[in-house]
Nanobody, 126 residues
Framework: QVQLIESGGGLVQAGESLRLSCAAS????????MGWFRQTPGKEREFVAA????????DYADSVKGRFTISRDNAKNTVYLEMNSLKPEDTAVYYC???????????????????WGQGTQVTVSS
């Protein structure tokens, strides 16, 4: 079983940047697609970004496209989410997750992921 620990969250002003990290332990994640999701109180957890196991394919929610970048360093067993031009509506708890397989399908749904981190809070003030 893999353990995921997110870090890098915090309080920033609108327009600023943050870089989230997701460090995995217990097993390698180099053979899994990875995803970032976010959740606000009372709402469903929503897809933010995903990256294939090789790193050659990525996808983003429309709301973050052009502002967020997902990347991975398989040698460090870590996935990143670079967030630029942050907006108040980006405020949420951000979670990383390992997809159940290498397959680059269904990565926008929470059901496709089997391990989740505890989350890191991102707060963007206006």
């Amino acid at each position: 079983q893999v353990q995921l620990i997110e870090s890098g969250g915090g309080l920033v002003q609108a327009g600023e940047s943050l870089r989230l990290s997701c460090a995995a332990s217990g097993r390698t994640i180099s053979d899994r697609a990875m995803g970032w999701f976010r959740q606000t109180p009372g709402k469903e957890r929503e897809f933010v970004a995903a990256i294939s196991w090789t790193g050659s394919s990525t996808d983003y929610a429309d709301s973050v496209k052009g502002r967020f970048t997902i990347s991975r360093d398989n040698a460090k067993n870590t996935v990143y989410l670079e967030m630029n031009s942050l907006k108040p509506e980006d405020t949420a708890v951000y979670y990383c997750a390992t997809k159940t397989s290498k397959r680059w399908l269904g990565y926008t749904t929470t059901f496709a992921y089997d391990s989740w981190g505890q989350g890191t809070q991102v707060t963007v003030s206006s």
